[in-house]
């Protein structure tokens, strides 16, 4: 008799957002990469499904907050 793998390793919870590009803005003080603050990295795999949930409905409304850098000429151009 053989086992599905596959069956073993599903769970049933919110996957992380972590995109592997790990890095905290120093000013919004967020992960660039997937928008959760250093806490809720640290907390993630202990977090309830609630938990989990709520964060990733704020994910969105971050993204905003991570200033574009632009290089060159458009860079010291002002808006």
């Known amino acids: 008799m053989t086992r599905d793998t596959d069956d073993i390793w599903q769970r049933d919870e919110i ?3 972590c995109v592997k590009l790990c890095m905290i803005h120093p000013e919004a003080r967020i992960c660039v990469g997937c928008h ?3 806490d809720e990295i640290g907390a993630w795999s202990r977090m309830t499904p609630a ?4 964060v ?6 971050r993204a905003p907050l991570l200033a574009r850098r632009r290089g060159g000429r458009a860079g ?3 808006p």
Not at 51 to 54: G, I, L, W
């Open 56 to 61: 990733m409905a704020e994910l969105p409304a």
């Open 51 to 54: 938990a989990r949930a709520a």
């Open 36 to 38: 959760r603050t250093i």
């Open 15 to 17: 996957a992380s957002p």
């Open 76 to 78: 010291r151009q002002t």
